[in-house]
């Protein structure tokens, strides 16, 4: 303890001795006129740092100065340091640099026209700016640095989003570069209303991120609440937006998620049309979407892109596979167990054949199947995709029939686990299909003990949970409850738009107003002026 006392006080003199503040401080220092000392300041705080390169030259004025960039390798295009920085400092010749703003004006006038410059006065905005891939540039005589914009952008290409697939719509997604997502979104609403603020989290990852909203249409209550909720967020980095997800919703506890996150910039464009808020964060292809509501978690953007007929009918497919994926399973186990008597003799006779030679109770058969395909299910996602894809088929089937054929399981709990298994792949959002997939098994106990008593206690007890959930102040199960008849056109069913002539009142918007009344198509009639 001593020694190291020792040690950190003869370096804090040291450092006073040479005239450079010690490196803890170094951030909320001003620079120095000598290029020597501003240089040795940056070289012992990025000690160890085998990225960080020096090129030093000479201003081309009479008499020269010494300069020095400071940029990190593969981050900046070397070419255009070398054309637009370098060529046109080294020859400047008609420069007075007796004064120190001759000089600075003289460098921004000739960088102006090729590279971004910024004027940087204190070392920790020079240090992000640095670390952000950008260059600094040091002139010896002057205590100040200019920001070179010559960052090499290496990004991947828009593609489809990967997990969120459609027949019909956009197909470009979300990268992660935040400027590319920005230019998405402003490709899709062209308004002055949007905006967009950004802000800086993590002590060390300096992660950007970006709050985005339609001024006039989002409730500015939740607006501030998720700028409140963010701006109070302190942690080391932020490397994907469920870091940021985790730190703002009500009620993190929740199987069920409050925040919806997408990879698809039309889908984030409809969400803000509608009066929501989103969130991009720099690094991640995934933006954030508050508030949300149950209903909307099993809609997806090609819902719009259909015909509303064929809408309708998708969705009502997707709230019976939501029903089926929780409780059929659970279902199975309390007919067998308990309520033999609501089968056909038949039937029963049949399941009782098929059961005949298993050793355990129909709780452990399903929990054996299902924790096995469980198991194949994250195999498959973690393996290469070629190999993951066969890995899960070729795995379920061989592992299935053989449990089959050794009597572990029954032939039906075989076929109930698979239709439990396609039901709850029809599930749109992600994070919706892991709260049904981990609520199956508590339901399942609950039927193995008390049969369908059981079952219909462990739903009223998620449909109170559900009902006491809040997104953001904003009910979770609107607008079933409470009650909002206008918000009933887009749930279970969609009606054509032009009927949909507001906007969700339960997200407290502004403008509820969407489009004017009378816009039903009309065929012409033989007669009319318009007429054929």
Not at 2 to 16: P, T, V
Not at 174 to 189: D, H, Q
Not at 433 to 443: G, Y
Request: net charge neutral; glycine share 6%.
């Amino acid at each position: 303890m001593l020694k190291s006392l020792r040690r950190r006080f003869r370096e804090r003199i040291s450092s006073r001795q040479k005239g450079i503040p010690a490196p803890e401080n170094a951030s909320r220092q001003e620079f120095y006129y000598k290029l020597e000392l501003n240089l040795q300041i940056f070289q012992e705080l990025l000690e160890n740092c085998v990225d960080v390169k020096y090129r030093y030259f000479q201003l081309g004025t009479q008499p020269s100065k010494a300069a020095c960039v400071i940029y990190l390798d593969n981050m900046i295009d070397k070419k255009t340091l070398e054309d637009n920085v370098l060529a046109p400092l080294t020859g400047i010749k008609t420069v007075t640099i007796g004064r120190e703003p001759d000089l600075l004006n003289s460098v921004e006038q000739q960088l102006v026209e090729t590279v971004g410059v910024k004027t940087v006065t204190m070392l920790d905005e020079a240090m992000a700016v640095l670390l952000d891939g950008h260059g600094i540039l040091l002139i010896d005589g002057i205590n100040k640095v200019l920001g070179l914009s010559i960052k090499r952008l290496e990004i991947r290409s828009i593609e489809e989003a990967a997990s969120e697939t459609a027949v019909r719509g956009p197909r470009d997604a979300f990268v992660e570069l935040l400027g590319i997502n920005i230019t998405l979104l402003r490709r899709r609403l062209k308004t002055h209303q949007l905006k967009m603020e950004k802000l800086q989290l993590g002590k060390l990852s300096k992660t950007d991120v970006v709050i985005t909203y339609i001024s006039g249409i989002a409730d500015p209550e939740i607006v501030e609440e998720v700028k409140n909720r963010i701006s109070k967020i302190e942690i080391d980095g932020v490397l994907e937006s469920n870091y940021i997800a985790e730190f703002i919703e009500d009620s993190p506890w929740s199987p069920f998620p409050q925040i919806n996150a997408t990879e698809r910039p039309d889908r984030v464009a409809a969400g803000l049309l509608e009066g929501q808020v989103a969130v991009l964060v720099d690094n991640t292809p995934f933006a954030l979407l508050m508030p949300m509501t149950f209903p909307q978690f099993l809609h997806t953007a090609e819902d719009y892109y259909e015909r509303s007929i064929y809408t309708s009918f998708t969705r009502l497919i997707r709230f019976i596979a939501v029903n089926i994926a929780l409780l059929l399973p659970a279902s199975y186990i309390a007919v067998v167990t308990f309520h033999q008597e609501l089968l056909p003799t038949s039937l029963l006779i049949s399941i009782a054949a098929g059961r005949e030679r298993v050793p355990f109770p129909a709780f452990v058969e399903a929990i054996l199947m299902e924790g096995t395909f469980e198991i194949l299910r994250e195999a498959g996602v973690r393996l290469p995709r070629p190999v993951g894809q066969a890995t899960s088929i070729v795995g379920a089937l061989v592992i299935g029939n053989a449990a089959v054929t050794a009597g572990l399981v029954s032939p039906l709990m075989v076929i109930v686990v698979s239709v439990t298994a396609l039901a709850s792949f029809i599930i749109p959002t992600t994070s919706g299909s892991f709260a049904i997939r981990l609520l199956r098994f508590p339901i399942m106990f609950c039927a193995t003990a008390l049969g369908f008593f059981g079952v219909m206690a462990a739903l009223m007890v998620i449909l109170i949970h559900l009902c006491s959930l809040r997104s953001f102040g904003v009910p979770y199960l609107a607008p079933i409850a409470p009650l909002h008849l206008s918000g009933w056109k887009d749930i279970y069913l969609r009606v054509p738009w032009w009927m949909m002539l507001t906007r969700p009142r339960y997200f407290g918007i502004q403008d509820r107003k969407r489009q004017p009344l009378g816009q039903k198509p009309v065929p012409p009639r033989k007669g009319d002026e318009n007429g054929p």
